[in-house]
Structure formats: structure tokens, C-alpha cells
């Protein structure tokens, strides 16, 4: 069963970039390098933004970075389904010839 990004409740915004997300270049199974990229620099961005080591983080700071991180889950689960997908799409083909 397929589930798209915009029957997730709050996603509405993100449907438009889930072809983006299932992308990968020059017909790669997966895209490791894009993945950790944009993961390294919304750490930077974000989650380290004001977090002053040996301090106690509050619900503020976690409240404020939540949109993120539910996007980020969302972007691999899109990711992980369209790398499946292209797995076995590729498996099917083997399988046939």
C-alpha cells in the first residue's frame, strides 16, 4: 500500500517536493552523499543554533526544531520506498530477460 506525503496530516506543504525527494542522480540505486549533506547542514542550521554544551536543553528547544525533524523522517521513508522500489524494479528486469 502506497502513501503519499499529502495523506500525512500537516504535510500539505511538502507534496510538491516528494519528487525531489525520490530522486537520485545519474540513475543511482541511492544517494548517501545528498542525504548526509543536507543532514550535516540542517544540524548546523539548526539543531546545534543556541545549544551551549553542558546545558540542559528545555521543551522550547526540542518544540522548535520538531517541524524539521518530522520532515526529515518523512524524506526517509519517501527515500527508503523509492530505493526499494528502484531495487527491485531493477530485480523484476533480471528476472524477465
Not at 518523512?74 to 527515500?79: E, F
Request: glycine share 6%; hydrophobic share 40%; aromatic share 10%.
Amino acid at each position: 500500500m502506497y502513501i503519499g506525503v499529502s495523506s500525512v496530516k500537516g504535510t500539505e506543504n511538502w507534496s510538491n517536493q516528494q519528487p525531489l525527494w525520490e530522486h537520485c542522480a545519474n540513475n543511482h540505486t541511492v544517494c548517501p552523499n545528498l542525504y548526509a549533506s543536507e543532514s550535516i547542514s540542517l544540524a548546523c542550521k539548526f539543531a546545534y543554533k543556541n545549544a551551549v554544551p553542558g546545558s540542559t536543553l528545555e521543551d522550547d528547544y526540542f518544540l522548535s526544531r520538531l517541524p524539521i525533524v518530522e520532515k526529515r523522517l518523512a524524506q526517509g521513508g519517501i527515500r527508503l520506498a523509492a530505493t526499494l522500489n528502484r531495487i527491485f524494479a531493477s530485480h523484476m528486469k533480471i528476472a524477465r530477460a
